[in-house]
């Protein structure tokens, strides 16, 4: 099973508050554990002018604003722009599968600072990682469900409505959801 390139929903009763109504775009998946990024978990008391000033990084009066996230709990100072394929640092971006790119170097937040960059771009600080075997386990529990990436969801301007929104996607009416699970 590689997960790369959908997105994990939690469920609720999820029982990590950390990750509650969370959707995370996966972005690598294999034998030896995943990688993702929480979509809809604005950064609390941080936005990307902010970090631009923080960095030393002039922002041009053309320059562009992204949102800053709360990616995950794994290596919070680090950054990571999701973005739309029309971007690709060399060396820099990893393709993900579903039409995603991430780019985790400096070279795109001067680009947007610049007014240039990608077409869609959000920002996260850290990431969420599993184990070998870690992520299949949760999915078997019931913590999680998977669908494929949507850019409309991904990037929608709403991370609030983010989780219900991909709910609905998968037909799925939130309120209908229970913390209980059970297994046929």
């Not at 690709?88 to 001067?110: E, K, N, R």
Request: net charge negative; hydrophobic share 45%.
């Amino acid at each position: 099973m590689d997960l790369g390139g959908s997105i994990l929903i939690s469920m609720p009763g999820m029982g990590d508050p950390r990750f509650e109504k969370s959707v995370i775009l996966v972005c690598a998946h294999s034998p030896e554990g995943a990688m993702g990024l929480i979509v809809n978990k604005p950064a609390p008391d941080l936005d990307f002018a902010g970090l631009l000033e923080h960095l030393d990084i002039a922002r041009a009066p053309e320059g562009r604003d992204i949102r800053v996230h709360f990616g995950g709990p794994v290596e919070r100072g680090r950054g990571f722009v999701l973005h739309s394929r029309d971007y690709h640092a060399s060396g820099g971006t990893m393709d993900v599968a579903g039409g995603f790119g991430m780019t985790a170097t400096l070279d795109i937040l001067q680009d947007l600072a610049n007014g240039d960059g990608p077409a869609q771009a959000l920002l996260a600080l850290g990431y969420a990682g599993w184990g070998p075997g870690q992520l299949e386990g949760e999915i078997a529990r019931n913590d999680w469900l998977t669908d494929d990436a949507a850019a409309e969801v991904i990037f929608a301007p709403d991370d609030s409505g983010k989780w219900a929104a991909a709910l609905k996607r998968m037909g799925i009416d939130p309120l209908m959801l229970s913390a209980a699970a059970g297994h046929a």
